[in-house]
């Protein structure tokens, strides 16, 4: 069952780099005079050169200052004298290339009106911006940023990767994952509602750490498992899982916080971008099984070799996750 981690690990391994789960964050703000403030920021992966052209759309809307704002943070301003009510407001993002994955988030705030969020993929450079927002719309907006988070979040990943070869059985497994998604729900919710935070740099150096002890802790176990006792996490995979759940929940919030709640939805977002966490979760836990399915029916050596096979994959992991650990601490120090 163990096999074919191998081929998602070295996978992960090209992509040593923590993920960059940041949108593009564009705001666009009325004010008394019919005038649109449109400020950008851009996570700063993209190359200098590269960043989106970035402006608001509507055939009564001219811009008054800023033709020349570029790079990762700007602003422009519109004077709109509306006389097309039924012509709809949308910001364009015109990359010079290609967008690089990144998704875009919109915060429209009417002069005398509730702020409005829209997500969009990276496959959109057009972001249409709606009059307003129902409780359905958010619910699909959020639980798609959650399953976009924690299919690009490499960490996350590794360290469900880790869970699931000390949970080995398929009940274990089931058992160590619902541990794993209870307590990372808890300070998820207490960091989105403010009730309790950690600084951002902190819980990413943690998380790192968090995958490295694991991994440790199943080469230990695979070369010391026929002369010592098994070690507390591979007694009590749930207890363990749990532990790090709570800090990994931590590491959700931050995502969270950057892409922001609807103000009088705050709840019904939160509770929606969690479950599209979890959904994310289950399919890359899907995927893996699939593919040991796989490998174990077609590679006639691959029981043969499984041991080594699953400490070559813990090693790289370990490697990776080590990297990211130094690579947190020179930014927390």
Request: hydrophobic share 50%.
């Amino acid at each position: 069952m163990r096999t074919a981690f191998i081929v998602l690990a070295v996978l992960f391994s090209g992509w040593v780099a923590a993920d960059e789960a940041r949108p593009v964050y564009v705001e666009v703000e009325e004010n008394s005079a019919s005038q649109f403030l449109v400020k950008w920021k851009v996570p700063p992966v993209m190359p200098a050169g590269q960043e989106p052209y970035i402006k608001l759309q509507h055939p009564d809307c001219q811009l008054v200052d800023g033709a020349n704002a570029a790079g990762l943070i700007g602003r422009r301003l519109y004077q709109c004298d509306i006389q097309d009510t039924d012509a709809v407001f949308a910001v364009v993002l015109d990359y010079p290339r290609s967008n690089p994955a990144l998704t875009s988030l919109i915060v429209f705030k009417p002069f005398a009106a509730e702020p409005i969020q829209v997500f969009s993929g990276p496959e959109k450079t057009t972001v249409s911006i709606p009059v307003s927002t129902s409780a359905g719309t958010v619910a699909k907006q959020y639980t798609v940023a959650g399953i976009e988070h924690i299919l690009i979040g490499t960490d996350h990943l590794l360290f469900v990767l880790c869970l699931m070869i000390i949970a080995g059985s398929f009940k274990r497994l089931l058992l160590t994952v619902t541990g794993f998604t209870i307590a990372h729900s808890i300070t998820l919710t207490l960091a989105t509602l403010d009730i309790f935070r950690l600084p951002t740099e902190l819980v990413e150096l943690l998380i790192a750490l968090s995958i490295v002890l694991l991994a440790v802790e199943i080469i230990k176990h695979n070369r010391a498992k026929d002369s010592a006792e098994p070690s507390f996490t591979w007694r009590y995979p749930v207890s363990a899982s749990s532990a790090f759940g709570l800090l990994h929940g931590f590491g959700f919030a931050v995502v969270l916080q950057e892409l922001g709640l609807p103000a009088s939805m705050k709840v019904h977002a939160l509770l929606f971008f969690n479950i599209g966490v979890e959904l994310g979760q289950l399919l890359f836990i899907a995927l893996v099984l699939a593919l040991v399915w796989m490998l174990l029916r077609s590679v006639a050596a691959a029981n043969k070799h499984r041991a080594v096979l699953v400490e070559t994959v813990v090693y790289v992991v370990g490697i990776t996750s080590s990297y990211w650990l130094f690579e947190r601490l020179g930014v927390l120090f």
